[in-house]
C-alpha cells in the first residue's frame, strides 16, 4: 500500500519528480563520461610516454634513478646482454648511453640530452623511427650523423644537412668535442622531449665519450607487456645484486602520481558540482513535501507512524534516483563506450596542448565497467542522501501540527 | 471508555500558557452517539484529539477496557488508531492522490483486509451513504458534502471501536448536514459504532443522544 501511494505520489508531483529525475540522469551520465575522459588522457598520457622513449622496462645499476651520472653506469654492457639473451620472455633489448651536453650553432647554444643509440634495434623499442618528420633515420654505421628533435631543431636554427658543434664531458671528466651533420629531424609531440632531445649511433658516441661497453641502461620490450611489472621482479631476482629491473610504472612513477593527483583534483572540482545539485534535490524534496504536510498529517492520524512516513517518502525518492540514476548511467555508459570506439577528433589539438602530453588530435575516452558502476553508485547514494533532513524536519511537527499546517 | 482527570495546557508555565481542559471525568459506553459541544475555544477539538491520541494530555489517563491508551508509546497509539478508531475531520480529509474508492478501503489495505471483503464492504457504504457514482473520481473533483460523507465511510470502513468527528458539517449546508448525520445515525445504529462529535452544529445536536457542553475547559452539563 505504502509503495502504491509513494507511486501514486511521485506521478502527482509531476514538477518535482521532472526536476529530480532529469538533474539525476544527466549528472550520472555526465559524471560518467567526464571520468572516463580524464582516465583516457590520463592512460593515453602514459601510454605515449612509454612508448615514444621511456620503454615498458629498464635494467640500471642500483642508483641509477637518484643520480644518473657516470657512477652510475652499466660498467659491463656485454654481460647485461649475455644475460638478458637468456631470459625467453624479453623480445627486444638495447643498450643506451645518455649524456648532457651543449650543441651549438654559430651563435646559438643549446643544452641537450644527447643519447648514444643502436638504430636497428632502437626502432622496434621507441617511436624515434617513425617519429621522423625530415631527413632520415639513423643507421648502424653512422658516426657523425645526430638525429634532432624538431624544437631543437628550431631553436639551433639547424635543417637537414647543417652541421653542429658538441661539446660535452667524456668518462674521465676531460672535455669531449666533435662536429655533427643533421641526418634527421622527429617530431614526437612530446614537447620536452622534442625540444631537449638528440641521437647519435652508440658506437660512435662511445669512442668519444670512452664509454666502450658502458650504458646509462637497457630498455627492454616483453612478449607480454601488460605483464611488465612482474617480469622486471622476476629479472631483478636473477640480476647481478648491483642491478635493478624496473617496469614503467616504476620509472614513471612521478608521472603517474601527477596522473593520481590530477584525477583528484578533478573530483574535488566536480564534487563542488554534485554538492549543487545535492542541495537542489533536497530543496525540491523539501518544498514537494511541505506542499504535502497536511497530507502528512492525515495520513499520522489515520494510524501511519512516522517510520511509515519516512519509508512512503524515502521509497519516493528511491523509485525516482533509482529509474534516472540507471538511465542516466546507461546513457553515460554507452556514451563513453561510443567514444572510446569512435573517439572525436579535433585537428590542432595536439599542437595546443603538447605541454600537458597530448599527443594526438583525438580525445580519449576510457570505458571501464566497474568505474562506470561505482560513479553511479557515489550518485544514487549522495542524491538518495538529500531525502533525509526533509524527513527529518518533517516528522518533528506533531500530527496536529502538520494537519493545520498552512 | 474512562477519561480520568485529564487536562491539557499549552505553553506550561510561560506567559502564553493556556489552560484548554482542567480535571475531566467521562465514561463512554459503546454505541454511544454524543456530541461534545460548547463555545469556541472551549476545549472541544482538543478533548477529541487526546481521546483519538493525536495529542497527549498533560495529566490524567484514559482507558479503553482494560487498556491504558495514555500510556502508549507514539508508536502503539498510532497503530491503536489505526485498528480501533475512525477520524474525521472538518475538512482536508482525503488523501488526493487517491480516488474515493481508494480512500475509503485505504485503512482496510493497510490492516491486511482480504480484497474481495474491501470491494463488498466499500460497494455496502456507499449504497448507505449514496456515493455509488463517485468511487473512481478523485478528491478534488467532487463537492464539500460528497467527501464528508467518502471521509465518514473510510472511518467506518474497518469497523473501528470509536469514531471521532471535529465538526463534520462545519463546510457543509443544512441540506448535507443533515443528510451526514443521518447517514451517521443510521451506521450507528445497524452497526453498533460509538460516535463522539465535537460540534456546535444544531443539526448535530439535534441528532446527538448525549450531549456533554463544556465550558473554558471544564464540563459543565452532561445529558
Ligand atoms: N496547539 C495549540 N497551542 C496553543 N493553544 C491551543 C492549541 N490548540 C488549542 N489551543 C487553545 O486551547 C483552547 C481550546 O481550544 P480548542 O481548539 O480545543 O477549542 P474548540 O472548542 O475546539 O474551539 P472551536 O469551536 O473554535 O473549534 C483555546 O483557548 C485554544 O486557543
Ligand atoms: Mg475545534
Redesign the pocket.
Known sequence: MLYSLAIKNILASKSRTLTIFLLSMFTTAFFIVYVAYTDGSHEQMIKSSVEIYTGYAHINTKGYQEESDYDHLIEDAKQVETFLKQKPFVSNFSPRFETYVLLSQKEKTVGSMLSGIIPSRESSLSRLKSALIKGSYLEDNDTRAIYLGSDLAKRLSVDVGDEIAMIGSSLDYSTAADLFVVKGIFRTGLFDFDLSSAFVNKDYLDSIMMSENKASYFVLDFDDNQAADSYTKILSKSLPSSYEALSWQALLSALVQLMQVDSLFGYISISVFFIVIFFVIMIFSYVNIYSRVRQIGLLRALGLTSKDIRILLFNELLIITLVSVSLGAVIGAAATYYLEVYPITISGLADTYKEYGIVSDTIPTHFDAFTIAWNTFSIFILNLSSIFYPIYKINKLSV??AMRYV | MKLINISKT??PDSP?E?K?LVNINLTFEEGEFTTLS??????????LNIIGGLERASSGSIFLDNLELTALSDEQMADFRLRHIGFVFQAYNLISVLTVRENIGFIMKLLRFDEVEIDSRIDELAVILQIEDILDKFPGQISGGQQQRVAVARAVASRPKLILA??PTANLDSKNSERLMHMLRTLNEKEHVTVIF?S?DRYVLDQSRRIIV?ED?AVIEDH
Open positions: 496536529t501540527e | 499549552f505553553f502564553k493556556v484548554a460548547g463555545e469556541s475555544g472551549s476545549g472541544k477539538t482538543t478533548l471535529d465538526e465535537a456546535h463544556l475547559g
